[in-house]
């Protein structure tokens, strides 16, 4: 919670292309669920080009989110990362703001590699597990 005792708020960022094409899936049936029970407030959006959550990133007001999630594969996050730094505000949005993964992609490497460095199997649930 911030100071003043609100929620942490998500954004969501799903790539409904990504490795098999179950991105919307895998946040509707394994993840939503889990932020709905943690009572996380969360906002959602569904990319619809490449280059999109740069665009996203780059121009929103990101000031009322705790965090921005990719549920996709390694691609999503670098573009998140990557609209960050189109950002006049960059170096205190680093600061501040975290970035999350959850695995919807093909490979996943970052994803896999997060939750073994934290001792955590490899699931969609486990993802959201650390970012909760």
Request: charged letters at 20%.
């Amino acid at each position: 919670d911030d100071p003043q005792g609100a929620p942490k708020r998500y954004l969501i960022l799903i790539n409904p292309v990504s490795g098999p094409g179950k991105a919307e899936q895998i946040w509707a049936e394994q993840c939503q669920p889990l932020f709905e029970y943690a009572h996380v407030p969360y906002d959602v959006i569904v990319t619809t080009h490449q280059g999109h959550a740069p665009e996203i990133v780059a121009e929103l007001d990101l000031d009322k989110y705790h965090c921005v999630v990719g549920v996709s594969g390694d691609g999503l996050a670098s573009e998140i990362l990557q609209g960050v730094m189109q950002r006049k505000d960059w170096e205190e949005t680093l600061e501040r703001l975290v970035i999350g993964v959850i695995p919807a992609g093909s490979g996943n490497g970052l994803c896999k590699t997060l939750l073994a460095a934290s001792d955590e199997s490899y699931s969609p649930e486990s993802a959201c597990f650390l970012l909760l």
